[in-house]
């Protein structure tokens, strides 16, 4: 398994502002994703950060409000910028771990936030 | 269709019954199959873990794989209170790309 921390594990934030997750992982992995959860709602995947590249975004997500930074093998952020209430969500990141006929994913606590 | 669906509960079932949280999908590629726990306010545990089709144990979990009718299954015995949350499968292809989650069920076990 893995142990994944986030920071902050809560916000409430003010329109326009933008707000940057940390995501720190207890040993290397090459595969980092960021999920968005709304509530009662199941995982959207924002976009996946590998390290040395720049990350892969899904439809619906762009750079521009999503930058994210994958600076070494432990650590990925996540900044979402120009915030509105509509970005209020959970956001989650996860690793993936690869052995021999697995390929695991493992999910941080989460960072709940809230735009106002 | 989605590619994956679920059904999204919530489920309410007594202290010390067999629980059955069920997915189907549709994308023929996928491979791997996985079962999260999530409880309120926290981040998605991995449960339990299948590679192609069968079955597999742990403690009062099982999971089973049919992929000839592209539907997997979580049965909990004996539930217990402590099982209340959302229950989300995923799965994903050979490769591990693809990954793709189920909306979740949301399980109450009631004492």
């Known amino acids: 398994s893995a142990v994944i921390s986030q920071k902050p594990s809560r916000d409430i934030c003010q329109r326009g502002t933008s707000l940057t997750i940390q995501c720190q992982v207890d040993?290397?992995?090459?595969?980092m994703f960021w999920y968005r959860q709304q509530p009662g709602q199941s995982l959207t995947l924002i976009a996946t950060?590998?390290?040395?590249?720049?990350?892969?975004?899904e439809s619906g997500f762009v750079i521009d409000k999503f930058p994210i930074s994958r600076p070494n093998l432990t650590f990925s952020t996540l900044t979402v910028s120009n915030m509105s209430p509509e970005d209020s969500s959970i956001y989650l990141c996860?690793?993936?771990?690869?052995?021999?006929?697995?390929?695991?994913?493992?999910f941080g606590p989460g960072t709940r936030l809230t735009v106002t | 269709q989605k590619e994956v669906e679920q059904d999204p509960g919530p489920l309410s079932v007594p202290e010390g019954a067999i629980v059955s949280l069920n997915c189907t999908y549709s994308?023929?590629?996928?491979?791997?199959f996985m079962w999260y726990r999530q409880y309120s306010r926290k981040g998605p545990e991995l449960l339990m873990y299948?590679?192609?089709?069968g079955n597999k144990e742990d403690g009062r979990f099982t999971a089973q794989v049919d992929k000839s009718s592209k539907y997997i299954s979580l049965f909990i015995r004996d539930s217990q209170p402590s099982d209340s949350a959302t229950y989300l499968c995923a799965m994903s292809d050979n490769y591990g790309q693809n990954f793709v989650f189920g909306p979740g069920t949301r399980l109450s076990v009631l004492p």
């Open positions: 299948t590679y192609s089709s």
């Open positions: 040993s290397q992995v090459t595969m």
């Open positions: 994308n023929s590629a996928f491979q791997y």
């Open positions: 950060a590998n390290q040395g590249s720049e990350a892969t975004y």
């Open positions: 996860s690793v993936e771990r690869n052995t021999k006929n697995s390929y695991e994913q493992y």
